[in-house]
């Protein structure tokens, strides 16, 4: 098994030898990352949750694997709910880990990933597939490496640029300050609300079905302590309860089976369905049953 440092670093050379004709440009004129979101991603462990989830994830992978969508616990649509809208970190960058993949295997366009899409997603999203080829698969380890790239990429963006303010006096945002956290996170909240109205407009809606596995998933198992907790004591009251009725079916099938097996079982099933058919038996008739019991 190859070192894993080595790996990475192969896959950087790797990618870096990838010729430039292979990036994707995307029509997002000035992207930019809002404050709070780029204070939510460095407050976050990013690397070691990435390795969690590409290498101990529910088929465990080492560096030279294909990585597919199918090892991320998402599908298009919980993606692109993660993606966008209200951000967990968590669930972002596991939304970025099955977009990449989908492309990698062919299964998307990057316009197809990014439509409709925060610009700090569609960067985040360009960037990772402009560094793989689409088709053409990708291993554990790569992916690793262009996700970490993606993100970091994505994490210098600068703040959306300020409104003028009612004096009339206009501030520039940058990249990773400014003078008023407080203000820009406000300028943040304005800007954001609109790329939500935005997204809620074109973006494609879910079925019931969808959305509660987008809620357990990005806002419960992923993310929230308490609402993991509670979803695993749910889960497994729920499968106690089929194990009892399973086991509960197979024994009545069982003691209905030992009555078929056996005369007296027989005879008994006999007069219970003559009584409910209004059946009445003979004196003769009931002699030779009671008769049969007894051999």
Do not use: Y
Not at 38 to 58: H, M, V, Y
Not at 119 to 147: D, L, N, P, R, Y
Request: charged residues 20%.
């Amino acid at each position: 098994m190859v070192n894993f440092a080595v790996q990475s670093l192969i896959n950087v050379v790797i990618l870096k030898g990838l010729k430039m004709s292979n990036v994707i440009k995307v029509d997002s004129s000035s992207p930019s990352l809002p404050v709070r979101q780029a204070k939510l991603f460095t407050a976050f462990q990013i690397e070691p949750f990435i390795k969690g989830l590409i290498f101990g994830g529910r088929a465990p992978l080492v560096a030279s694997d294909s990585f597919k969508p199918s090892h991320v616990a998402m599908n298009s649509h919980t993606a692109r709910a993660a993606l966008g809208g209200s951000v967990s970190v968590p669930g972002f960058i596991t939304g970025l880990l099955w977009s990449v993949a989908a492309f990698a295997h062919g299964q998307k366009s990057v316009e197809q990933l990014v439509d409709g899409l925060p610009s700090a997603s569609q960067f985040a999203i360009a960037h990772a597939c402009g560094s793989i080829k689409k088709g053409a698969g990708i291993s554990a380890g790569s992916m690793e490496t262009v996700t970490l790239a993606a993100l970091q990429a994505m994490l210098e963006l600068p703040a959306p640029q300020k409104r003028l303010s009612s004096k009339g006096s206009q501030t520039a945002g940058t990249g990773k300050s400014s003078a008023d956290d407080k203000s820009s996170a406000d300028d943040k909240s304005s800007a954001d609300d609109k790329s939500s109205a935005n997204d809620k407009n074109s973006a494609k809606p879910l079925s019931d079905g969808e959305v509660a596995k987008g809620i357990a998933m990005l806002g419960g198992s992923l993310d929230n302590p308490v609402a993991d907790k509670t979803f695993a004591i749910a889960t497994a009251i729920e499968e106690e309860q089929r194990t009892k009725a399973r086991w509960l079916a197979e024994q009545a099938a069982l003691r209905e089976a030992d009555k078929l097996a056996s005369t007296i079982g027989k005879v008994q099933l006999f007069r219970q369905l003559a009584e409910q058919l209004n059946i009445k038996l003979t004196a003769s008739q009931l002699k030779m049953l009671d008769q049969a019991k007894a051999a």
